[in-house]
């Protein structure tokens, strides 16, 4: 049976500009960088209470993977923030909001409190959008 996951991909326009993203602004352990080629690199991220969960900042870009029409598509996809990217969370979240704002990172909706509990929206640099929340957020009457 299968028992975790421990590799997924996040589609992103420019894997520098991710890697700054994902460790300098989020706070991401590098878990990998290994060059795959030419312009081609297997670039991995962590979170770093999470390092069994490997991110590949998987670049979106004319390839044997993706012909010229089909990376436009995705690419215009992902500005546009089509793709939602999962659920991150956090110790503190209006700590972690300024903190990230002060960063620069772009939040679509700042802590607020919904019948689910309290969640913060952002975008990555690339367009991903990603749901920040408290630990135990959800079934915990007082998840600010």
């Not at 979106?60 to 990376?71: D, G, L, Q, R, W």
């Not at 002060?102 to 509990?117: L, M």
Request: aromatic fraction near 12%; glycine fraction near 6%; include cysteine.
């Amino acid at each position: 049976m299968i028992t975790k996951m421990t590799v997924t991909n996040i589609h992103v326009i420019d894997q520098n500009s991710a890697y700054d993203f994902y460790v300098n602004k989020l706070g991401f352990n590098l878990v990998d960088d290994i060059p795959m080629g030419p312009d081609t690199r297997w670039l991995t991220v962590s979170p770093p209470d999470q390092p069994d969960l490997q991110l590949v900042l998987f670049p979106v870009k004319v390839s044997k993977m993706f012909p010229k029409e089909t990376a436009e598509t995705l690419i215009s996809l992902i500005k546009q923030g089509i793709f939602g990217c999962g659920v991150l969370t956090c110790n503190d979240i209006f700590a972690t909001y300024e903190e990230l704002v002060a960063k620069g990172v772009e939040f679509i909706k700042p802590p607020s409190k919904e019948f689910y509990g309290t969640e913060a929206l952002f975008k990555d640099d690339s367009g991903n959008y990603f749901s920040l929340q408290p630990l135990n957020n959800f079934g915990n009457e007082n998840n600010i």
